[in-house]
């Protein structure tokens, strides 16, 4: 995945320049279109374009089979052990057009159709840009390719059951299990992705949960715990639960962006301390990995 940092870089297939902190954080400056500033708006309140930070293809990481995985610009949490922080603010990316993206999602639809993959949209937060987002779902969906998103659920109350019909998968990402947890760990709260959660649980509609265990921060065991328990109330729909070991990979990225990195000194968890953590959560009957 690019980093975000430099001033061109190569998705898949190709694109245009990358733009950074032009035309305050809206994308303007590409120079593929002469477009103006409002129009700008309007195609981003249409769903028309986004601003998308880079494009991945890979196998069984952001879902089932081979994925093309999408990550959008714009974020309205602030993890502290975001790997990606040049995605948090709508200053960086390519600006895309819709139709643009949808092609390119369908030429890869045999190589879906062979792995049982797909598209995932990714961020940042997907549901941050919401026009873009639910079109993009609609479109692909309706072409018979499976569909995911991976989000924290904080802006969950976006997606309508019509958006929801559309999306075969959601990721969701439970950060902490505590509200005070929460807050310090993205600064916002957790009521909303447990709203979330409770009405994906409610449709019925498939769920991985993913859970970063970063010492220090989220490994205590009363965190742990609720965190399980959360997740164990939509055992039903839950299919999965990845026990993420945190990783600090993404140091570099907000010293360019001069951001303040206050896990500098952290070490990713003991291997032992990681397994420890998925039993809580095999205990409650979940699948784990």
């Known amino acids: 995945m690019a980093d975000g940092t ?10 245009g320049e990358r733009v950074r902190g032009i035309a305050a954080g809206l994308g303007v400056g590409d120079e593929r279109d002469e477009i103006t500033r409002p129009e700008l708006l309007q195609a981003r309140r ?10 991945e293809l890979v196998t069984a990481v ?6 093309m ?18 995605t948090m603010r709508m200053m960086n990316g390519t600006l895309e057009r819709l139709d643009e993206a949808v092609e390119r999602v369908k030429r890869y639809k045999r190589v879906f159709a062979a792995t049982g993959g797909g598209l995932t949209v990714s961020g940042g937060e997907p549901l941050f840009q919401i026009a873009f987002t639910r079109r993009l779902l609609a479109e692909v969906h309706a072409a018979g390719i499976h569909t995911a998103i991976d989000t924290s ?24 299990g505590d509200p005070v ?42 965190n742990v715990e609720n965190v399980a328990s959360i997740v164990a ?25 001069g951001f303040t990195y206050n896990l500098e000194g952290t070490q990713p968890p003991a291997p032992e301390d990681v397994e420890a953590a998925r039993e809580v959560f095999r205990a409650k009957g979940l699948t784990v990995y």
């Not at 249409?46 to 494009?55: E, I, K, N, Q």
């Not at 992705?193 to 205590?220: E, I, S």
């Open 153 to 176: 659920g904080f802006l969950g109350a976006r997606l309508s059951d019509d958006d929801l019909d559309n999306i075969d998968l959601v990721l969701l990402d439970v950060k902490s």
């Open 181 to 222: 947890t929460y807050k310090n760990v993205t600064t916002r709260e957790l009521q909303p992705t447990l709203d979330f959660g409770d009405r994906l649980n409610k449709m019925g509609k498939p769920v991985w949960v993913r859970f970063v265990l970063v010492p220090g921060l989220t490994d205590a065991a009363e």
């Open 62 to 67: 952001d879902g089932p089979g081979t994925r």
């Open 233 to 257: 109330r939509w055992k039903s729909n839950v299919e999965r639960v990845e026990v993420l070991p945190f990783h600090n990979m993404g140091v570099d990225k907000w010293k360019d962006l």
């Open 6 to 15: 430099n001033g061109v870089v190569k998705l898949a297939p190709e694109q």
């Open 46 to 55: 249409t769903g028309d374009m986004a601003l998308v930070h880079s494009w």
């Open 69 to 86: 995985t999408m990550f959008l610009s714009g974020c309205p949490l602030r993890c502290q052990y975001c790997h990606n922080p040049d």
